[in-house]
């Protein structure tokens, strides 16, 4: 079975950095992207940008590029998301998901649980 | 970047009624248009992916569709289980956006 389990809420102060990860399982890691999208509190689903674990080629949407830094560690099958100087804005649930094929250019078809950042 | 709006953003249905959610998008685009649904506190689910596959597991009273650039997704005979928030997203240009959500309530 396929799994992503994300890290847990995490608070911080602005001007902080943060890492949080995306740990999966249950499926050839380095064959899937892994994307990232935020939920600000009552708000919709954000597209934040898409990782490839077997070369770390990354995709960000222009409203999150420079803003975060996706990498991964194939050694235990994990994606993570990275902030070198977080803002007050950058309060959300984030969630990671695994698109369903190896183009890039597909859906997600499993999610993380979300992990809640509050600054 | 390719936009999405959806429509009604909110609908109110009773339990047996049949709902149609819209998705448009800003320009034309192939097929992979997915719907998610979002219950609260909960991660999206995937319902339909490439505009009408449905997802293993997702019951067939969810049926996605097409016309041109309006995609649809229609839930026939709404269950209790269905009331929730339901979001379309496209990834055929290079942000893979998703629309602003449909909820749907309990008359």
């Known amino acids: 079975d396929v799994h992503l389990v994300q890290s847990g809420v995490e608070v911080r102060k602005p001007g902080e950095s943060l890492k949080i990860s995306c740990k999966t399982s249950g499926y050839p890691f380095s064959s899937y992207w892994i994307g990232w999208v935020r939920q600000m509190p009552g708000k919709g689903l954000e597209w934040m940008g898409i990782?490839?674990?077997?070369?770390?080629?990354?995709k960000y949407s222009p409203s999150f590029q420079g803003q975060v830094t996706f990498s991964v560690d194939k050694s235990i099958n994990t994606a993570y998301m990275e902030w070198g100087s977080l803002k007050a804005s950058d309060t959300a649930m984030y969630y990671c998901a695994r698109q369903m094929g190896g183009t890039g250019w597909e859906n997600f078809d499993y999610w993380g649980q979300g992990t809640l950042v509050t600054v | 970047d390719i936009q999405l709006t959806q429509s009604p953003s909110f609908v109110s249905a009773s339990v047996g009624d049949s709902v149609t959610i819209n998705c448009r998008a800003s320009q034309a685009i192939s097929n992979w248009i997915a719907w998610y649904q979002q219950k609260p506190g909960k991660a999206p689910k995937l319902l339909i992916y490439a505009t009408s596959s449905l997802q293993n597991g997702v019951p067939s009273r969810f049926r996605g569709g097409r016309s041109g650039t309006e995609f649809t997704l229609t839930i026939s005979s709404l269950q209790p289980e269905d009331f929730a928030t339901y979001y379309c997203?496209?990834?055929?240009?290079?942000?893979?956006?998703f629309g602003p959500g449909t909820k749907v309530d309990i008359k």
């Open positions: 997203q496209q990834a055929n240009s290079l942000s893979h956006t």
């Open positions: 990782i490839y674990p077997g070369d770390s080629n990354s």
